[in-house]
């Protein structure tokens, strides 16, 4: 006769065989935090025959409960003849450096540090004890907090190396399993505190919806089965489309194109999955196509690490540029000898040996005219100019890259050549200034170029 703890068993080593978790030979880092589903965790995979290793992390959040969990592990681990690895975290320390949450810097030093172990081992999975209650309030969290269709299909039995082997038991089963055999295990306080909002789904939401209808937990798995679905349908699409929508321009810039982008069913979401890994909101693409749809050109955004110009017909992505204020310092010394600075190349020649080409690549400058030391920097707002053949006119820097044409994307990139008396000699590569000019006084000229 089979029992209620065989059943549970088998149902958890069906579960890894049909999700492809770890074969019979794999070696295995388990986390283990000695509450009952890591423990349990732990307890089948080793009478199972599994090649395990525990691993256990101290977080010193909970004063002497912390100290009584690693012990407690300890001896299990003891009993069970697994090796154990132990790491203690200064969690308040390091949320504080990276201005994270509790919750959130714990999960980054743990699982950060559960794959330096696997690696130490030379194993090939890390096991983490999450059940299916687990992806009941993940699912309602993150509806709460808002998610794309990705945040609706729970937690997955596999990311990258990590495995879930309880995600097809509830918490209800793993607790008969450790109540039948009479295993021991710690209850974490915190799990009966309401200040934490799983806590709250887990205490409150949850046994009112199972209130509505008993078979809320369940209903909400199957739903998550369907959404899986769904998203591998709507990945196909998003993928269909961005060979005619998206185009890789290297070094971290793509182009996305607005008549197709525009085209497309659901224009905002669409341009969301496109810019969403490179730091873009959901509220900044849905303004961006705001925008395309009003032809706003000129509008710019950021994320962290890009940034996003709305030119005519397409959207240009570029890794945002460091700050503008860095500024590249040429000593006349630096002139005389020849040296590269900013992107550009310095020499100086007699005037006689000057050869005018048509274009803007070189700029040449008088020598005995211009005050050291230059500045070869980005342009700004104000910037003033007297380009040749204006008879002395001033003119604005913006006002030249409009007349050539230079796309929003690529204005914020142009540089200047900024003398000591904070005279532009030179836009680089568009106009150079009439107040430098050679004349035939000229003896000694300076001669500048792109490098």
Known sequence: MITRMDSIVKKVLSFIRSERLFSPDSRIVVAVSGGADSVMLLRVLVSAGFDCVAAHCNFHLRGDESD??????????AELSVPLELVHFQTEEYAAQHKLS?????????????????????????????????VVETFL??????TGIHGLTGIKPVAGRIVRPLLCLYRSEIEDYMRLNSFAYVTDSTNLQQDYLRNKFRLSVIPLLQSVNPSAKSNILN??????????????????????????????????????????????????????????TATQCSDMVESARNANVGRVWQSQSHTSYLDRGVF??????ED?????????????????????SFAIMPAAEVRFSKGNAVAYADFDKVAFPLVVRTWRAGDIICPLGMNGRA??????????KISIS??????????????????????????????????????????
């Not at 240009?316 to 540029?321: H, L």
């Not at 003119?395 to 050539?404: A, E, N, P």
Request: glycine share 6%.
């Open 68 to 77: 009584r969990d690693q012990s407690f592990v300890e001896s299990l681990c």
């Open 316 to 321: 240009t992505v570029k890794p945002s540029r």
């Open 102 to 134: 509790i919750e959130m810097a714990a999960r980054e030093l743990r699982y950060g540090w559960f794959e330096r172990i696997r690696v130490k081992h030379g194993a090939d999975v890390i096991a983490v004890a999450h059940h299916a209650d687990d």
């Open 324 to 344: 503008d204020s860095s500024e590249v310092i040429v000593t006349e010394e630096d002139v005389r000898e020849g040296k590269k600075a900013g992107g550009l």
């Open 395 to 404: 003119k604005k820097v913006s006002d030249v890259l409009i007349d050539s």
């Open 141 to 146: 969290m993150n509806i709460v907090r808002g």
């Open 223 to 280: 739903d998550i089965k369907h959404l899986r679905d769904v998203e591998t349908l709507y990945r196909s699409y998003v993928s269909q489309l961005h060979q005619s929508v998206v185009r890789d321009c290297g070094d971290g810039a793509l182009t996305v194109d607005i008549p197709s982008l525009l085209a497309s069913e659901a224009s905002s979401t669409l341009l969301f999955e496109y810019l969403s890994p490179l730091g873009f």
């Open 410 to 451: 690529e204005k914020s990139a142009v540089k200047v050549v900024v003398d000591a008396t904070s005279k532009i000699m030179w836009v680089v590569g568009l106009r150079s200034d009439e107040r430098f000019s050679l004349t035939e006084k000229t003896s000694v000229a300076i001669k500048i170029s792109v490098s």
